[in-house]
Structure formats: structure tokens, C-alpha cells
């Protein structure tokens, strides 16, 4: 069984930065890509940036220049830093990982989501 466990979300003044967090755990053979999306109320989920195991990057148009995804293998951690953050960027964010199991088929999970709420 693998679990994304997400962290950092929170209320936070347009202009600002957060940094998001999540941690996969279980029995797996290793973690290929790795991405954060979001959803905003009444709109569909969308990816805003995803990384593969070798640190290639893209991103959403709208979030370059503003958010940086990165990831720490031996952690099996991945990270959104979010900087000048706008009004728009509100959503839950949602983690998700392409994970290889112990029989070496790539499945994919989901995290819990984390609220990301921009409020002056």
C-alpha cells in the first residue's frame, strides 16, 4: 500500500509564499514522475507542475516564473515553492506520483489534496 501524505497549505496575503510538501510511503520499488495539481471550485482539476525522476520540469503557464517544483528521491518527497502568490492560484492542491511497485507496474496515487486559500 503507498500513501502521498501532503503538507504546507494554509491562508496566506496575495504577494506571498508557501511551500508544499509531499511524502510517499510503502512498499514500492521507486517513484518515476511526480506532479501537483489543483482544483478550484467549480473548475477541473489541473496540472500546475510536474518532475521526473531525473529533475526534468514543466509547468502551467500561468504559475512559471512563480512556482518551482522540485524532489528529493531518497526522501520520496516532492516540493512546490510558491512565490507571489495571486488570488487566482486558490485551490486544493492535490499530489500525485507514478510509483513503481515491487512487481515493477507503475500505478498511480493521489494525495489527500491540501486547501491553498489567498485572502487579504
Known amino acids: 500500500q503507498v500513501q502521498l501524505v501532503e503538507s504546507g497549505g494554509g491562508l496566506v496575503q496575495p504577494g506571498g509564499s508557501l511551500r508544499l510538501s509531499c511524502a510517499a510511503s510503502?512498499?514500492?520499488?521507486?517513484?518515476?514522475?511526480m506532479g501537483w495539481y489543483r482544483q478550484a471550485p467549480g473548475k477541473e482539476r489541473e496540472l500546475v507542475a510536474a518532475i521526473t525522476r531525473g529533475g526534468s520540469t514543466n509547468y502551467l503557464d500561468s504559475v512559471k516564473g512563480r512556482f518551482t517544483i522540485s524532489r528529493d528521491n531518497a526522501k520520496n518527497t516532492v516540493y512546490l515553492q510558491m512565490n507571489s502568490l495571486k488570488p487566482e492560484d486558490t485551490a486544493v492542491y492535490y499530489c500525485?506520483?507514478?510509483?513503481?511497485?515491487?512487481?515493477?507496474?507503475?500505478?498511480?496515487?493521489w494525495g489527500q489534496g491540501t486547501q491553498v486559500t489567498l485572502s487579504s
Open positions: 510503502g512498499s514500492f520499488f521507486g517513484i518515476n514522475d
Open positions: 500525485n506520483a507514478r510509483v513503481l511497485s515491487l512487481n515493477l507496474r507503475e500505478l498511480g496515487y
